[in-house]
């Protein structure tokens, strides 16, 4: 059964500090993975997607990495804002031929951001 | 870049009434569209997969007689909920994906039901 799991499920932290999320999945065959922000009454907004070959991605302050031998990917926000706080959704995609869904969602870190 | 609208945005009804969302691709043309429930600090939940003139796949546990979904063109599908209840109160989100093949999803903002 495909599965993603992220870590932690919450964080607070202090404005201008840094912090790393976490997401483990058991995805196959593995087709990308994407982090997605969400803030509170709103719908997902794409961070960054990043495929088997890549290991880092970053945009903006944002940065994901990705080890696919360990199934492990992180995303790293530097010196963060009060608008960083929101859900950081994991998303896995399977390579799947059909006309289905291929994605599986972690269950969000819910990140708060501390003036 | 692509963009998917709802409509509306959040809805207050009462009891045993029905309610329609609507989903919009505005920029491009979707043969696939998926409808979302998210519950208060809970990822969200896959309900149904909708392709255009076909009917909608419904996932395990979702009633299609409750959740009626068209997708009668490549750009609307609709998500009616029938006879909802205060244990339909949710954020329902759409996403829309271009063409088979292409696993990108583009979000909407989300619907806030709330029912009385």
């Known amino acids: 059964k495909n599965q993603v799991e992220q870590s932690p499920q919450s964080l607070i932290i202090l404005e201008g500090k840094n912090c790393t999320l976490q997401?483990?999945?058991?995805?196959?065959?593995?087709?990308?993975l994407r982090w997605y922000k969400q803030d509170t009454g709103r719908g997902p907004v794409s961070l960054t997607i990043?495929?088997?070959?890549?290991n880092t991605k970053s945009n903006g302050r944002y940065t994901a990495t990705l080890d696919a031998d360990t199934k492990q990917s992180s995303l790293h926000i530097t010196a963060s804002q009060l608008s960083d706080s929101a859900s950081y959704i994991c998303?896995?995609?399977?390579?799947?031929?059909?006309?289905?869904?291929?994605?599986?969602f972690g269950g969000g870190t819910r990140l708060m951001v501390k003036p | 870049g692509a963009v998917v609208s709802q409509h509306p945005s959040w809805v207050i009804c009462k009891s045993g009434t029905s309610v329609k969302i609507e989903c919009r691709s505005l920029?491009?043309?979707?043969?696939?569209m998926f409808w979302y429930r998210q519950f208060p600090k809970q990822s969200l939940m896959l309900m149904a997969t909708?392709?255009?003139?076909?009917?909608?796949?419904?996932e395990q546990g979702v009633e299609k007689d409750k959740f009626l979904i068209n997708h009668a063109s490549l750009t609307l599908s609709t998500l009616t909920v029938t006879s909802a209840h205060p244990e339909d109160s949710s954020f329902y989100i759409c996403?829309?994906?271009?063409?088979?093949?292409?696993?990108?999803?583009?979000f909407g903002p989300g619907t806030r039901l709330t029912v009385l």
């Open positions: 997401c483990n999945y058991t995805v196959s065959p593995f087709s990308n």
């Open positions: 909708s392709n255009e003139g076909s009917k909608a796949t419904y």
């Open positions: 990043m495929t088997f070959s890549e």
């Open positions: 996403s829309a994906r271009l063409a088979l093949g292409f696993d990108t999803q583009y």
């Open positions: 920029d491009f043309q979707a043969t696939t």
């Open positions: 998303v896995v995609s399977a390579e799947n031929n059909n006309a289905g869904n291929m994605l599986t």
